[in-house]
């Protein structure tokens, strides 16, 4: 699976930026796709993950700001982010994920950066 994430940028506080991610390869593997962020000497954390069933989940930060949604047609994955706060700035990867029996195998792409400053 390869994954291949864009739409990170310079924001102002308040502002909106959609990232993109595009999967390719074996696709029909995946259950689950999602955005981890990573900010300057923090550990990289889930910011939201959408299944293949179409369940969401978010981290309870970006809740109502942070829409993540999937075009099935495109193997695409989108994340809206809505209301930015400088504490959203990180370098922003894509996630997939495939569950064989127990355990889990990752998939990322290259990191965005998503920068919320004034």
């Known amino acids: 699976v390869q994954l291949q994430a864009s739409g990170g940028g310079l924001v102002k506080p308040g502002g909106s930026l959609r990232l993109s991610c595009a999967a390719s390869?074996?696709?029909?593997?995946?259950?689950?796709m999602g955005w981890y962020r990573q900010a300057p000497g923090k550990q990289r954390e889930l910011v939201a993950r959408?299944?293949?069933?179409?369940?969401?989940q978010y981290t309870d930060s970006v809740k109502g700001r942070f829409t993540i949604s999937r075009d099935n047609n495109k193997n695409t994955v989108y994340l809206q982010m809505n209301s930015l706060k400088p504490e959203d700035t990180a370098v922003y990867y894509c996630?997939?994920?495939?569950?064989?029996?127990?355990?889990?195998?990752?998939?990322w792409g290259q990191g965005t950066l998503v920068t919320v400053s004034s």
């Open positions: 996630n997939a994920g495939r569950w064989v029996v127990t355990t889990r195998y990752d998939y």
């Open positions: 390869g074996n696709i029909f593997s995946i259950n689950d």
């Open positions: 959408i299944t293949s069933g179409a369940s969401t």
